[in-house]
């Protein structure tokens, strides 16, 4: 037997009917509210609503959970590869063998990017930022390959694989551009990860040797990113999407979302923050105390989400300790970090706010150590976090009962009032 809330308002009540996800977690279904009663809901910043249904990633924020279509990030970073994530995310299952080297062909397939794109990078000033340059050119890509941008369920492997593998070229030629350096095209006998590193830093006479520890490094960290349920840029790519604008159009909107300091840019704040600690001579600990007093603030700690450990911060920990070892990096700015998270981490202030390391705190350090530089971190996210965007355009895409997103809003502006010719006012 379903189960209903009730809800009492202006001496009426109304049954709303509850919606329970495979975990337990539990929602009220107030669609019809408005037509019924005449109110809405108030919930700035949708903290409280549930946006859509998904069968693609799960959050257990309190407990420190993360699952991809099920299966624990642990087990799938300890495992896995971003390429397989991908597929898994995508289409909602593990590969098979004859299905990932499939889709593994179609991204090397689709590596290179049209000629006349090198035109349209020369258009851009060399300061301009890679984030604003990956949007224009993810729209751009659908003048090239307008068949894909609203793919069928025939073509949805084959739209997936060039956005996923393009995205890593833009972002390499970006890199090139602004720094005046010749386009280094991608070498088919590379896999996904070391072709990206020899296309950004390879030279026409000398070609980029990945070490194991640096591709599986960036693997990993592509792979964290790869999902993170309903935050700003995913939803961003659902509102969009349910307009029926194409799969092109509605991820180019996701990296605007994802541009943002408070979402994709975090991890730059981070090593911002490290980097000032380190040249004005301040300890951790004299700088955690800055924190308390409210002077500074503390970027790399506590999650909207996580109310724990976030649990890719916990391998990327792992991952920045190894990298960094292997490569002989003695980088202060990792010593300043080790240190704010083991005071942080017995700090009461800290614990009682629930205040843990998340996935930025570690994340802007391993990208430093690869050699990419602190304007591409954002953009990195977005290569990863391609997967998830694409997986939730075509959920949302294959789901019949989809609507165009339309939030309504409380009025808080004048009440009517009449227009005054200017040689009347005032």
Request: proline residues 5%; neutral net charge; glycine residues 6%.
């Amino acid at each position: 037997m379903p189960r209903t809330a009730k809800l009492d308002i202006d001496d009426k009540t109304y049954d709303l009917p509850t919606v329970e996800g495979t975990e337990g977690e539990r929602a009220l279904d107030i669609s019809k509210l408005r037509a019924s009663s005449g109110y809405i809901t108030l919930d700035p910043a949708y903290g409280n609503t549930g946006a859509c249904e998904s069968a693609i990633t799960f959050i257990d924020g309190d407990n420190g959970i993360l699952r991809y279509r099920g299966y624990p990030i642990e087990q799938l970073a300890a495992q896995s590869r971003f390429v397989e994530v991908a597929w898994l995310l995508i289409f909602g299952k593990l590969p098979s063998k004859t299905e990932i080297e499939r889709f593994s062909n179609r991204l090397g397939a689709n590596s290179y990017l049209h000629e006349s794109f090198k035109h349209h990078f020369q258009g851009f000033p060399s300061d301009a930022p890679p984030m604003a340059i990956l949007s224009a050119m993810i729209n751009t890509l659908a003048c090239f390959q307008p068949e894909f941008a609203n793919p069928d369920a025939d073509a949805i492997e084959e739209a997936a694989a060039r956005l996923i593998s393009k995205v890593r070229t833009i972002a390499a030629y970006t890199y090139r551009m602004s720094n005046g350096l010749p386009f280094v095209y991608a070498d088919p006998r590379r896999k996904y990860v070391s072709n990206f590193l020899h296309m950004m830093f390879s030279m026409p006479y000398a070609d980029l040797e990945v070490t194991p520890e640096a591709e599986e490094a960036l693997n990993l960290f592509l792979l964290l990113h790869a999902d993170h349920e309903q935050n700003c840029s995913t939803s961003t790519v659902r509102m969009v999407g349910s307009s029926k604008a194409n799969l092109f159009a509605s991820v180019a909107a996701g990296v605007c979302a994802l541009w943002g300091p408070l979402h994709g840019g975090a991890n730059v704040e981070v090593l911002e923050m490290l980097a000032k600690i380190h040249a004005g001579g301040t300890t951790a600990e004299q700088y955690l105390q800055q924190v308390k007093d409210k002077k500074v603030l503390l970027y790399g700690f506590g999650h909207r989400v996580y109310k724990n450990f976030d649990p890719r911060a916990k391998i990327l920990k792992a991952s920045a300790d190894k990298l960094l070892a292997k490569l002989g990096v003695k980088d202060p700015l990792l010593d300043i970090a080790r240190s704010l998270e083991a005071l942080a981490l017995k700090d009461s202030y800290f614990v009682e706010r629930k205040l843990y390391p998340n996935v930025d705190f570690y994340s802007g350090l391993i990208l430093k150590a690869l050699g990419i530089p602190v304007n591409m971190f954002t953009v990195m996210f977005a290569i990863g976090r391609m997967p998830g965007w694409i997986a939730h355009w075509k959920e949302q895409h294959d789901d019949q009962s989809t609507r165009i997103a339309r939030p309504r809003q409380i009025y808080t502006g004048p009440t009517q009032r009449d227009y005054v010719p200017i040689e009347k006012r005032s």
